[in-house]
């Protein structure tokens, strides 16, 4: 599990930087994060993401929480470390990957750390600042709007209603999204980049992920110095 960041949707599988473009939202919210604002089109995110990816349904969403339930949620005790965890614990079993414990205490570790590095770098180098009301209007006017199956079963595998879900379970994540909202246009700025000059690109086999958009290039350009004042 690669740090994920905020740029597209779960399951795009682009990189930015060492980072993953997405949610961390084990696929259950990107049909979602299609309909909001994204620097990338509808078609470049549908080849992105593929179309044949069989969305799990409530019951098997409960056989994945109940197997971390059982396995992995004992060697958690923070709290955001713990449902980082269980987020990707559910997105590897979706994928049928092979869970190795010990390297995924090890990795939520190091994505809870950058997370919070993430907002507070946010906040004290370039002032970003956000209220729970701005949040809570943000999820409201998005992910709200735009119910999809996977989400309403993942909402009740968990046992949650979907406001539930948007503004409790992953409101850390949203929280980022409100932020770089006010914070892209900065990062920009200072690095002289303009979205003009990512419209008409053409995204190739060999293309670097942070090239693919105006988007990924500024994000990349933060993390680095996210992750450089972490060393």
């Known amino acids: 599990m690669k740090r994920k960041s905020i740029a597209i949707a779960a399951g795009v599988g682009i990189l930015v930087g060492s980072s993953t ?24 995110l549908d080849q992105q993401m593929g179309n044949s990816t069989i969305e799990p349904t409530k019951v098997e969403f409960k056989e994945y929480l109940n197997d971390f339930e059982q396995t992995a ?17 559910v997105e590897l079993k979706q994928s049928k990957n092979k869970i190795d414990l010990k390297n995924l205490k090890k990795e ?48 009740e595998a968990l046992g949650m209603s979907l406001k539930e879900l948007n503004h409790t379970y992953y409101r850390d994540q949203y929280e980022k999204w409100v932020m770089w909202e006010k914070l892209s246009p900065l990062v920009a700025e200072k690095y002289g980049i303009k979205e003009v000059d990512y419209e008409n690109i053409e995204i190739q086999e060999n293309t670097p992920a942070d090239e693919m958009n105006f988007n990924n290039k500024v994000l990349s350009l933060y993390e680095k110095e996210v992750t450089s004042l972490m060393k």
């Open 73 to 89: 949620s004992p060697q958690f005790e923070d709290g955001l470390e713990k449902k980082l965890a269980q987020r990707a614990f």
């Open 108 to 155: 939520v570790k190091e994505q809870a750390e950058f997370d919070k590095a993430w907002v507070k770098y946010a906040e004290d180098e370039y002032g970003i600042k956000v209220t729970p009301q701005e949040i809570d209007e943000w999820i409201s006017n998005g992910p709200d709007k735009f119910p999809v199956d996977t989400q309403k079963a993942y909402a």
């Open 21 to 44: 473009v997405a949610l961390n939202l084990a696929n259950v919210n990107a049909s979602v994060m299609k309909v909001i604002k994204l620097n990338m089109t509808e078609e470049q």
